[in-house]
């Protein structure tokens, strides 16, 4: 058994994460519509995390290694404001190990308050993870939303989270 930490990532992290952010968009390439860019990656604007206000980046080790990342910014989908979980990926290894769940619920808790978290319409594994995950954190009290309409569409979960669960 592994034993899993959840921290704020650090600059110094941006490089792992940037990796395995590539990985993450690898992995749903068959229904995110996106293409290599001429360095061979997908490509993502990871410095704003560290470098502007509203931004938050945590990270995932298992044994002290790199085993998954959340990003949160405030660009909420539903409402006017409030946190909105932008990239959440654990690797293969570490998954249906409790990773993912400990991962979002450090972020829901380090960041209370009124929150977001979508997934595209045909990424049903997300979904079913995302509605357990929520539904445990909020013993149940969060509504789901489908937006049809917009540059983001897909299914989303809000609900209110606090420091003590």
Known sequence: MS???VRVALPADRLPIYRMLE????????IWDQDLNSHGEYGYALDRY???????????TADGKYAGFA?????VRIGTEGYWMDQFFVLKKYRSQ?????????????????????QMPQNFPAQAFWR??????????????EVLAGRWQGIVQVFESTTAR
Do not use: C, M
């Not at 560290?50 to 995932?60: H, I, K, R, V």
């Not at 409790?98 to 979508?118: C, D, H, K, M």
């Not at 357990?132 to 939303?145: L, N, P, Q, S, Y």
């Open 23 to 30: 990985l993450y968009q690898h992995d749903l390439s068959d």
């Open 98 to 118: 409790g990773v993912g769940q400990l991962l979002a619920t450090s972020a829901f808790t380090t960041l209370p308050g009124r929150w977001e978290v979508g």
């Open 71 to 75: 990003l949160a910014n405030q660009a």
């Open 3 to 5: 034993d899993f930490v």
């Open 50 to 60: 560290w470098d502007s206000e509203g931004f938050y980046p945590f990270l995932a």
């Open 132 to 145: 357990r995950i929520v539904d445990r954190h909020t013993a149940g009290h969060f509504k789901e939303h």
